[in-house]
C-alpha cells in the first residue's frame, strides 16, 4: 500500500495542546536515562525535534554545554527556537532533511521519539545509523517507537473510528523488529523497556568495531 506522509503542521497544532503526553514520554525517558551520568557537560541533539521538550528537560538533569535540534518543518524550528530561547547553553535549531544531514560534531546524547515508525524498515536502518554516527565516544543513542501492543492497537483503532487518526504513514514495530533494526545498524542495546504501554525505548552504544 502506498505510504502517505504524516501531515506534521496538523501534527504539531495538536501537540500544542498536548502537554500530558509530552509528560508521560518524559517520564519513560527519565525512566530510561535513569543509571546513566556523565563526568562533563555534555552535548545533546534530538533528531525530528519536534517541540524539544525532551532535550529541555534533559538540561535540567545533567550538565549541558550544547543542544542541537532539528526538524524538517520550518514553523516547529521557529516556535522551538522561541521556546529555548531563554536557555543558557549553546543552541542550534537546524531546519534539515534528516536524511542528507552531514554534521561534523559529535553527541554525548543523540534522540529521538516518534520518528522512525514514519519510514520504511531500510529508511529506518538509515535513521538508526545516523544516530549512531553522531555519537561521541562514550555517547548514548536513546530511541523511542511506537510498539504493536494492545493498549497501541486499541488506542489506534478508536482514533481511526472516530477519524481522528492523522499519523497516515506510521507503522508500529515489535520489540523484536525494533531490537532487530538497532542491531543490524550497529548499536549495542544496554537497555530496552516499554514505556506507558503504547511505546518502546532503548539506550544503546555504539556496537565496538563497527566503522
Ligand atoms: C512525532 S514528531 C516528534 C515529536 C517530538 N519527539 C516531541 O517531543 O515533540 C516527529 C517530528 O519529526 C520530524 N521529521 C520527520 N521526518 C523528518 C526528516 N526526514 N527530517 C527532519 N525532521 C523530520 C517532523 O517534522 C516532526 O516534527
Not at 96 to 105: G, K, M, P, T, V
Not at 155 to 181: C, K, P
Amino acid at each position: 500500500m502506498e505510504r502517505v506522509a504524516t501531515d506534521w503542521d496538523r501534527y504539531h497544532k495538536r501537540v500544542r495542546v498536548s502537554q500530558r503526553f509530552l509528560w508521560t514520554v518524559w517520564r519513560a525517558y527519565t525512566s530510561l536515562l535513569s543509571g546513566f551520568s556523565f563526568s562533563k557537560p555534555i552535548k545533546i541533539i534530538e533528531l525530528g525535534c519536534g517541540t524539544g521538550y525532551h532535550t529541555l528537560q534533559m538540561t535540567r538533569l545533567y550538565q549541558v554545554a550544547k543542544v542541537t535540534l532539528v526538524d524538517a518543518n520550518a514553523s516547529v524550528i521557529r516556535d522551538t527556537e522561541r521556546r529555548m530561547s531563554s536557555l543558557g547553553c549553546e543552541k542550534e535549531f537546524l531546519l534539515r532533511d534528516l536524511f542528507s544531514l552531514d554534521l561534523e560534531e559529535r553527541y554525548d546524547i543523540v534522540h529521538s521519539q516518534g520518528l522512525l515508525e514514519h519510514y520504511t524498515p531500510e529508511e529506518q536502518r538509515q535513521l538508526i545509523r545516523l544516530h549512531r554516527d553522531l555519537l561521541a565516544p562514550g555517547g548514548i543513542a536513546i530511541i523511542l517507537v511506537p510498539t504493536t501492543s494492545l493498549t497501541y492497537r486499541f488506542w489506534r483503532g478508536l482514533l481511526e473510528r472516530l477519524n481522528q487518526w492523522i499519523y497516515s504513514d506510521e507503522v508500529a514495530l515489535s520489540r523484536e523488529e525494533f531490537v532487530r533494526q538497532l542491531e543490524d545498524s550497529g548499536l549495542e542495546i544496554l537497555k530496552i523497556q516499554g514505556c506507558h504501554l503504547t511505546e518502546v525505548g532503548a539506550v544503546c552504544r555504539r556496537r565496538d568495531g563497527v566503522k
